[in-house]
């Protein structure tokens, strides 16, 4: 009876904790660029003296979905979307280089890009891009950014930096506490990308399928059900087996 309901209280927990990606894939679905988390379950022995005859389910992150979210076209020069498994370099809350496919980009008020989460955008030498101050900004398909000096004519745009796109299969990277993608603990850094890897003017939305993360809730919320009723089914189960002893 014990093993029923070991079982049954570890698949409760797992159950919940899927529940927790669900809503927090539901809660971003409207987030520019986000990556749908993939969360599943596995059992695992109990190790530990005596017979290992119990079983645990534990909730295990399967990383995140590589689907591309839908592209929406905003007209503004900052907006970039990234093409294929290509990543946008921004510099995290510790110093280092995180990875992003954000593409709403803002500039600060002494002209550093950022995302709009505030992240400094990283050029190809690592350094924060600045953008001096301009009358037109435009970002190519190779990730360079030329602009208009102010009080000057369309005709003297020149290039004031490139930014920082690398080239990684999302497998390859790990989600970190920030939200923002990471390589690999030991891993060497993604690649630079070459070659038209973005496009200005439009956006990636969230690649989460709100439909079927609705679905997946309810799924998950009959399932808890269930083995909380086997908690309470092997609970009067016991007490019955009580009785019957305690009568004898």
């Known amino acids: 009876m014990d093993k029923s309901l070991y079982i049954a209280m570890t ?3 797992a159950t919940l904790r899927a529940q927790g ?8 679905a409207d987030t520019v660029g986000f990556q749908a988390t993939l969360a599943g379950t596995r059992a695992v022995p109990v190790t530990g003296p005596g017979l290992q005859s119990r079983v645990a389910a534990v909730a295990q ?3 995140v979905s590589s689907a591309g979210g839908a592209i929406m076209t905003t007209g503004n020069p900052l907006d970039v979307a990234l093409q294929g498994e290509h990543w946008l370099a921004v510099q995290d809350t510790a110093g280092g280089v995180a990875y992003t496919r954000a593409g709403d980009l803002k500039l600060s008020i002494n002209g550093m890009l950022t995302t709009a989460g505030g992240r400094p955008v990283l050029d190809q030498a690592g350094a924060p891009v600045t953008i001096p101050p301009s009358e037109a900004i435009q970002i190519g398909g190779d990730g360079t950014i030329s602009v208009v000096p102010v009080g000057q004519p369309a005709s003297t745009m020149s290039a004031v930096g490139r ?3 690398v080239q990684a299969q999302t497998r390859d990277l790990v989600r970190g506490e920030d939200g923002l993608m990471h390589a690999a603990p030991g891993a060497d850094p ?11 003017g439009v956006l990636e939305g969230s690649n989460v399928d709100g439909t079927a993360m609705l679905v997946s809730m309810i799924q998950l919320a009959r399932q808890f059900e269930m083995q909380v009723r086997v908690l309470q089914s092997g609970d009067e189960t016991s007490r019955a087996a009580n009785t ?3 009568s004898r």
């Open 190 to 200: 993604p690649p630079p990308a070459a070659g038209n890897v973005l496009a200005s």
């Open 244 to 246: 019957l002893l305690s």
């Open 21 to 28: 990606s669900v809503a927090h894939n539901l809660a971003n």
């Open 61 to 63: 992150d399967m990383g």
């Open 163 to 165: 930014l920082q796109v």
């Open 11 to 13: 698949g409760a927990s």
